[in-house]
């Protein structure tokens, strides 16, 4: 045979596809499961998958529900023991490629964030270069006063929170 005939053959002997709603009674973040129960029976579910890439925590891609939040899935070959989430209504968080990056940054406040430091930092140069221009050592309009940087006491940056950054619904590696 074909190798686009054996492609359709393996294709037509995969055996059914079941989908139903359901909502999400509680997740296992560890195992990447969640428990879900049925809409249309109300029968209790577990071990739902919520992985569909297995062993290869390299490429691990997980979107984890909010508990209380409808889904959809699907049993393989109609079997209730061989079931994954394939919709979500609501994400409580998401996990690409592992997590020890932590989350995904906030550019919007990291933009605020250095461009507040930016600023800061070009005022204190601006006042640099002023003093550096005014202040003659030894010059006897000067002599005696002592040196000083700025003519006002500046304030220190805040620094900057980890979490005033990351957005820690979305985790990648």
């Known amino acids: 045979m074909t190798k686009l ?8 002997n995969r055996g059914n596809v079941y989908d ?8 296992d973040k560890t195992a990447n499961i969640c428990v879900v129960t049925l809409n249309n029976t109300g029968e209790e579910i577990v071990d739902v ?12 891609f997980v979107i984890y529900p909010v508990v209380g939040s409808d889904v959809s899935i699907v049993f393989l070959d109609n079997d209730m023991h061989d079931a994954i989430v394939v919709k979500i209504s ?10 020890q990056f932590g989350g995904l940054i906030k550019v919007a406040e990291l933009v605020t964030k250095l ?11 601006g006042k640099w270069n002023s003093f550096c221009t ?12 002592p040196a000083t940087l700025t003519t006002s ?3 220190t940056l805040t620094p900057t929170v980890r979490g005033d950054i990351e957005n820690v619904n979305i985790k990648h590696g």
């Open 5 to 12: 005939a054996d492609a359709i053959k393996h294709l037509a």
């Open 20 to 27: 139903t709603n359901a909502n999400v009674v509680s997740v």
């Open 49 to 60: 998958k919520l992985l569909s890439i297995i062993d290869n925590p390299d490429t691990k």
């Open 90 to 99: 609501e994400v409580d968080e998401i996990l690409l490629r592992g997590d």
């Open 115 to 125: 461009n507040a430091t930016e600023n800061k930092l070009n005022d204190l140069i």
């Open 134 to 145: 005014v202040y003659v050592p030894g010059s006897p309009s000067t002599l005696g006063l």
């Open 153 to 155: 006491e500046e304030t």
